[in-house]
C-alpha cells in the first residue's frame, strides 16, 4: 500500500492568476463600498458586486453549480429581498450616525481593541499539539495522495 502522487497535477496558469487578483481587487473595492457608502441602497449594490466576484471564482475554480447557486440564491434573491426591504421602509431613513455621542463610540473601538487582544491572547499561548507525519511525503504532495491498492 505505498502512496503515489496523482499523475495529472493541476498547476495555476497565467490567466487563472491574473483573473484572482482582479477580480479579487473588485472584491475589495466592493467590500469597501458596503462599509463606506453612506446610502444603504448604494452599499448592497456594492454587496452585489462582491458577491458577483464570488459567483466569478467559483466558476474559474471549476465549480459552476457552486458559481450559479451564488448567482441566483445569493445575489439574486437575498440581496433583491434586501433592496426591496430597502425599498419599503424608504432610501431616506437613516439611523441618524451624525447624533451619535462620542463615548459610544470610543467605548465601542476600545472593546473590539480588548477582544482582538483577547483572542490574540488565546491563539498565542494554546498549547497545540503538534502534527507528526507518520509517511515520507513532501510538502507538495501532501493533498494529491491516493492509494494504489484496489
Known sequence: MNPT???AVTTIGTGETVLF??????????ALGVLFFKKAA??????VLVMLGLSVLYFAQGAPFMGVVQVVV?????MMLF?????MIGLQA???YQNQ?????????????????ALSAVVWKANLPAVKSTTNTTPSTIFMIRSTSP
Open 5 to 7: 502522487p496523482i499523475d
Open 21 to 30: 487578483w482582479i477580480t479579487a481587487a473588485i472584491m475589495v473595492l466592493g
Open 42 to 47: 448604494y452599499a448592497a449594490l456594492s454587496m
Open 74 to 78: 445569493y445575489t439574486g434573491a437575498i
Open 83 to 87: 433592496l426591496f426591504v430597502l425599498m
Open 94 to 96: 437613516t439611523d441618524n
Open 101 to 117: 455621542r462620542r463615548g459610544n463610540i470610543v467605548l465601542a473601538v476600545i472593546g473590539a481593541g480588548a477582544m482582538a487582544f
